[in-house]
């Protein structure tokens, strides 16, 4: 099956490396078409020529964050996005493949793929970097999952992150309530609900649970300088308006 890797991904300075170096771990990978769902009003050149140039199957989505949502604090990061990429696949009616939530900024070993690859139902394994505990995954005993570790259980059923499962497309085409509602914090916990997640149908992958195969990685962003450039070269300051 193909895998269908939804990437949320939105502008800012780091766009562009960040979608560089991920777009050159999905170039190892066979059979995957990426969804990459930006957070923006439109479909931008540049990553239109991007995406071509990659040469992978791919779908570009403007799929912006309605506006009352991006005043809220927390934000629902990356939501939008994957209802867009959700979505696409249904309308589609898309039923062989998998479906994975990739960030734009987390980083993926190669093997993770053939292992999601093999999803009969929901697939779920460990992530790293994920918090206090720095990993984030399910516990495995007799090759069943039995539990969760994560840094903040709160009182979610399912206490994993957007990086730790993989849907069959098949699974989720069974499941007509599949939604992912802008609940900060509660947004994983929240669609596996709806597509009626239960403990005895995950597979465990990535050797029961050892070993991790991706990471929350974070780029460290610095606060931007402030420019300073004498008026005696400014005859319009709307000149300076993106800046
Ligand atoms: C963590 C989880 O890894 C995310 O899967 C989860 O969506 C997020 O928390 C959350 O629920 O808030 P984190 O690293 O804290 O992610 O957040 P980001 O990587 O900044 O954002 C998650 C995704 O949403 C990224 O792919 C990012 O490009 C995208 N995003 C972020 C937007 O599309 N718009 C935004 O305004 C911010
Ligand atoms: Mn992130």
């Not at 979505?87 to 009616?93: G, V």
């Not at 300088?225 to 709307?238: C, F, G, V």
Request: with cysteine.
């Amino acid at each position: 099956p193909v895998i269908y890797f939804v990437t949320p991904t939105y502008p800012r300075r780091e766009q562009a490396p960040e979608l560089i170096r991920l777009a050159h771990t999905l170039l190892h990978v066979p059979r995957i078409h990426w969804i990459l769902a930006n957070d923006y009003n439109a479909c931008n050149a540049y990553l239109d020529g991007f995406l071509v140039k990659l040469g992978l199957p791919f779908t570009h989505l403007a799929s912006p964050m309605p506006e009352f949502y991006r005043k809220k604090k927390p934000m629902p990061r990356g939501v939008a996005n994957r209802r867009g990429a959700i979505q696409w696949i249904r309308q589609r009616n898309i039923t062989n493949g998998i479906l994975y939530f990739g960030d734009d900024d987390n980083t993926y070993d190669l093997r993770l793929f053939s292992e999601i690859r093999e999803t009969q139902r929901v697939s779920m394994f460990p992530v790293g970097l994920i918090e206090e505990y720095s990993v984030s995954g399910p516990i495995v005993k007799k090759g069943k999952v039995v539990g969760f570790l994560d840094s903040w259980v709160a009182e979610r059923r399912w206490p994993v992150d957007m990086a730790g499962f993989a849907t069959n497309l098949a699974y989720l085409a069974e499941h007509s309530n599949a939604s992912m509602p802008y609940k900060p914090g509660y947004e994983e916990d929240l669609f596996l609900r709806s597509i009626k997640l239960n403990l005895n149908i995950i597979e465990p992958k990535a050797r029961n649970c050892t070993e991790i195969l991706v990471w929350h990685t974070q780029t460290k962003t610095r606060e931007r300088a402030t420019l300073r450039i004498s008026n005696k070269y400014l005859d319009d300051r709307s000149n300076l308006g993106g800046l």
